[in-house]
């Protein structure tokens, strides 16, 4: 194997800083009671567990593209020196090599062997000829594709989702075994209470939903390496490529910009609820300014006098990919400053109120500080709006990274992310005929992404608010109704 070297990048690092908050919340969480109980509440919830399942497969894909690196050049003759390529590929590019390398002239539509456009192409006679002309790379093992293609791809899907289900097999092996291990039993009978329903835990729906999951990705895998199955863009990139590369993008900026947000947010909103007066008035006074500021305006501002920044000194980045992060990084700095508004209002409200109940004032009746009742009695009992805000706002910021990069203040063209993909398609709408996959992957992918995200929010919600009850909304609508007249039928005899 070649040597490589290893680079982090701004993001990278963030990204790597915020799974170590993760981990680190997770122990805290394992270590005490009072913080498992909400999460086995998520846990029980189905939706919460399904969406969870799909989110795990994005965040995957995410950190693959996280781990980048640069190839070795071989040396100049003569010299000893290790020279290093300029290209920043990820791990995820090694694992989509073929995808990345496999570049047509321009568009073809999925599964296509033939162009998406007739050319002038010269016959074997001598002739000139307008026809669709052959693709270089898809399909290009057919011998007469008009009889083979549909037999290829049947064959192709057939051997993936075999591979699907051995692996299937394989990942409900694994998790049955740590559910019955957990819980002291044997493999049978936890296998059976799964297929029954009868866990508390919903094994099966997760394993179903690890099924359709396999059962996409297998025959994908497999025929991704012969056809473009969701075709090509406009210079011939495979679109299924330039979509696994966007998950990074919409991961970052949904999970960095909640790292800037929450300092602004949690400092300011405790500090405006418990010391109330002239510090109350100075932090709305700012949330307030700052709210009247139309927030796009604001970022495209921001975001283009970066643009100029960067352009004025091109010897600070050594790569292309360093620039596109630097600025990506800017973007999440400046949608975390301009986001912290709603969680800081809802903090100072929630404050407001902690700071009149009977344990915050015999904490201060003892002679504790106000920071230090701010950190032990106040942000533990702020938490719950800490986590539901956040969980929420993911997917808020994953689709305002669409909308910026659709009007052109966005991430860097060179970065791939669902908002350029869906700004590079929007003009092959009129095309005859219409080129509607670009649009069709970015907008399906994102969609998922964040129908999976809303779901677990809302998980999320129902076992941590305290003024949400959670079993009562687990509940059938039968359970529902029966409850709602069990203290009316009471009242009445």
């Known amino acids: 194997m070649m040597p490589i070297l290893p680079v982090i990048l701004w993001t990278d690092a963030l990204v790597f800083a915020l799974l170590g908050c993760v981990a680190a919340f997770v122990w805290l969480t394992v270590s005490r009671e009072h913080l498992r109980a909400p999460w086995r509440k998520v846990a029980r919830s189905t ?15 995410g950190l693959l593209d996280c781990l980048h690196y640069r190839k070795a050049l071989l040396p100049e003759p003569g010299k000893a020196e290790q020279r290093w390529s300029p290209e920043v590929l990820s791990a995820l590019d090694a694992l989509a ?3 990345r390398q496999r570049q047509e002239r321009t568009f073809s539509a999925p599964f296509a062997v033939h162009g998406h456009s007739k050319e002038s192409i010269t016959r074997p006679d ?4 307008r026809e669709y002309p052959r693709l270089k790379h898809g399909g290009a093992h057919l011998q007469d594709p008009a009889r083979e293609r549909g037999a290829d791809i049947a064959a192709g899907a057939s051997r993936g989702a075999a591979a699907a289900a051995l692996a299937w097999v394989m990942l409900a092996s694994l998790l049955t075994g740590v559910v019955a291990a957990a819980r002291g039993s044997s493999f049978a009978a936890v296998s059976g209470a799964a297929w029954r329903g009868e866990l508390d835990v919903p094994l099966r ?3 179903l939903t690890a099924a359709v999951i396999l059962l996409v990705a297998g025959p994908l895998i497999v025929l991704s390496g012969r056809y473009h199955v969701f075709g ?5 990139q495979d679109v299924l490529y330039l979509t696994l590369k966007s998950i990074r993008t919409g991961l970052v900026i949904g999970t960095v910009t ?3 947000m929450l300092p602004f947010a949690l400092a300011l909103g405790l500090m405006a609820g418990y010391f109330k007066g002239w510090v109350d008035d100075i932090i709305q006074y700012l949330y307030t300014t700052l709210s009247s500021i139309p927030g796009v305006l604001l970022i495209a501002a921001a975001v283009l006098m970066m643009q100029v920044y960067m352009d004025a000194r091109p010897e600070t980045f050594d790569s292309v990919t360093r620039r596109a992060d630097f600025r990506l990084l800017f973007l999440c700095v400046i949608l975390g400053v301009t986001s912290w508004t709603g969680l800081c209002r809802l903090l100072r409200g929630e404050t407001l109120k902690l700071r009149e109940l009977e344990f915050v004032q015999a904490a201060r009746a003892f002679g504790l500080g106000p920071w230090r009742i701010l950190a032990r009695h106040v942000l533990p009992n702020v938490l719950h709006i800490v986590i539901i805000s956040t969980v929420l706002g993911f997917s808020s910021l994953v689709l ?3 909308v910026l990069s659709y009007v052109g203040v966005g991430v860097d063209p060179a970065m791939n992310s669902f908002g350029t993909m869906i700004n590079a398609a929007r003009l092959e709408l009129a095309r005859e005929p219409v080129v509607w996959w670009s649009l069709g992957a970015a907008f399906g992918c994102m969609l998922l992404l964040v129908l999976a995200a809303n779901l677990f929010a809302d998980a999320v919600r129902d076992a941590l608010d305290p003024r949400v009850r959670a079993d009562f909304l687990r509940a059938s609508p039968w359970r529902q109704l029966a409850a709602r007249t069990r203290p009316a039928t009471k009242a009445s005899s």
């Open 205 to 207: 729906a997760v394993l």
């Open 126 to 129: 001598g002739t000139m000829a």
């Open 47 to 61: 939706s919460g567990m399904v969406a969870a399942t799909v989110l795990a497969c994005f965040v995957a894909v």
């Open 258 to 260: 909640t790292l800037v």
């Open 400 to 402: 305002a990274e669409a």
């Open 232 to 236: 090509t863009d406009k210079v011939g």
């Open 97 to 99: 090599a073929p995808l």
